[in-house]
């Protein structure tokens, strides 16, 4: 339908959409998982198209002892694979949907475009089944039924007091609703649209009496005359009274497709060399804002959707920063490659943050040496402290490339640069701050580290860029990081 197409343009940059067409199209199906990117989903729309042929009849008792043949070619209409891939659909596929969208967190918007599922009594309990589970998993359902013109259903047959029952049952048992889709189907997906665009939460607490992991009746009145009011039929309560473990809790919360903002938090990841062979070492550093000690803290690196490094750390009290940021550094041994960083914390009030980057793990070149990301930090007790943001009491930094040289590299010719460049400066001039620094040098057995230390006068603050560039004969390259340096009055917030 056009209009479904054009309903995706609704989603925002946070939301998550996947795609599940029933009964799989010759057997192999066609599905999208769930992703951000809505023209992966507008791309497998293009591709899907309704069954041609009539679908059999979803109430085939109504035919008994009349003149008429049950089924086509007057055979039972449950034999063949379409009727029972169609009969299977509540029983199977979106039962189990409705199971695995239980463990993301949030509400789910569940719109089913078909013409009827299975209703009626036979068929109950496994609509029961699926209501209970679609509450569980907060999942709000809109039923879109095609119709090309009124009182015709999608497949030419005239609709009739029994066609779209089992729609009818299947919203009545979870709170959802049935919208006719009126040729390209505007209506009804505009009707949608305007009903997802916001919403109130209701909480519900049980008492101590009330089963827990057993589903409730719920309803909701309102004194507005006139108001539509959608909501669930019955909420299920937790299935444990325990709260979990951090680490499942962490575990959870980083599978999730909207990002916790409750802690806000940067996070940076400088790759260097490591001592295994084939693999890079990518050092990561969280800093976040307000976040209460100690900190239960995970990470994963993913590719291909597989997880390829994680840790976790069940409470620390990270590196108080300034009064208001703590930081926390970790890292990760990798093949070199691109990878999806997804760093979760909670802190000790409970309130929880995640945050996505995405991590290049590779070196930068000049010639036929190699050197790493640019480290850029502090130096505290004589430690080098990687960093983000630089607040009003550090008035200095301190900055290194690993270089590792080639078979053929003279160390002679070996020359780094560091310069620093900030886009705010005192008075609210517009000029940036530049300031450029050699490198000192210091020869190790496989590698040359290339240092630099910085004084920071009171006009280098704001948004600001260090650069390390190396030259390698007539051949350079350049490492850029981003960092934010504080100016000398006030809390260091993160932009």
Known sequence: ???????????????????????????????????????????????????????????????????????ANGRNPFETPLEEQVMSIVRNELTNLAEVLANVEGPKTLILVTRDVPGGAPNLADNQIFAEKAARARMKLYVVRQIPVPGVSADGEPLDGRTGRGLFDLVGLTGGVVFDAVGRGKTAFDRIARETSGSYIVGVEPDQSAPFSKPLKVSVTVTRPGL????????????????????????????????????????????????????????????????????????????DNKVRADAFEAATTGELVTENLRSVSTSA?????QYRLIFG???????????????DVTLHKAGDLEFSDVFVGAVVGGHFRPRIVFGPGNRSLAAFVEVYPGPKTALAQIKTVFTLTCESSAGGSTTPFVTH???????????????????????????????ASVENGSASGTAERGIVIAAEAGPAILP
């Open 1 to 71: 339908m056009d209009y479904l197409g054009r309903f995706l343009d609704e989603m925002g940059p946070a939301d998550r959409t996947g795609l599940l067409v029933l009964p799989h199209p010759g057997g192999k199906g066609r599905h999208v998982e769930m992703t951000n990117d809505v023209g992966e989903i507008r791309d497998a729309l293009s591709r899907v198209h309704g069954e041609t042929r009539g679908l059999p009849s979803l109430n085939p008792s109504a035919g008994i002892g009349g003149d008429a043949p049950l089924g």
């Open 228 to 303: 539509t009011v959608r909501g669930p039929k019955q909420v299920v309560p937790p299935l444990t009274r325990q709260t979990p473990d951090a680490k499942q809790t962490l575990g959870t919360l980083m599978m999730q497709p909207r990002l916790s903002t409750e802690i806000p938090m940067r996070i940076a990841a400088f790759t260097a060399r490591s001592g295994e062979k084939n693999k890079l070492k990518s050092v990561l550093v969280v800093e976040m804002e307000n976040a209460g000690s100690p900190i239960a803290w995970g990470f994963q690196a993913r590719q």
């Open 333 to 337: 041994v990798l093949s070199p490659g």
């Open 345 to 359: 914390a909670i802190g000790a009030d409970g309130r929880r943050g995640t945050v996505q980057h995405p991590l």
């Open 437 to 467: 620094v050699t490198g000192r040098l210091s020869p190790a057995t496989d590698k040359v580290r290339a240092e630099a230390a910085i004084e920071l006068p009171a006009e280098a603050h704001g948004n600001c860029t260090m650069a």
